[in-house]
């Protein structure tokens, strides 16, 4: 059983490095095509696998945050968000505060190479 919760967090933490990196490389090249010719055919090459893989590891997140994506369609980016929003107060869930401060972090990174993207 402890084998598979080790298999379970070594594949998230891959596939969230994976995920922002992917993340990083997207933006900079969208940064760079906006106004361009390129920009409908960058959103399609570049865009579609990103967000199918962006959808997988919000799936892949159920277990670790206990909590489902808010729709069927909702990305990493759209669960932080939700998570940002959510009241903390000292009598909070520790799990409810985890993913608060867990959200405002990422958040924080992502924001750095798209501002105001989450």
């Known amino acids: 059983m402890i084998a598979l919760i080790d298999q379970y967090f070594s594949l998230v933490i891959t596939a969230m490095i994976y995920l ?22 960058g959103k399609i090459f570049l865009g579609a696998p990103f967000v199918v893989f962006d959808w997988w590891v919000n799936i892949l997140l159920i277990p670790l945050f206990l909590d489902a994506p808010g729709s069927f369609t909702e990305l990493v980016t759209g669960r932080m968000k939700r998570y940002k929003k959510l009241k903390v107060y000292s009598h909070s869930s520790r799990i409810i505060k985890w993913r608060f401060m867990f959200a405002v972090w990422i958040c924080q990174k992502l924001n750095q190479h798209d501002k105001d993207h989450c």
């Open 20 to 41: 922002f990196v992917a993340f990083v490389f997207v933006m900079k090249v969208k940064h760079k095509v906006v106004g361009t010719k390129l920009e409908l055919p």
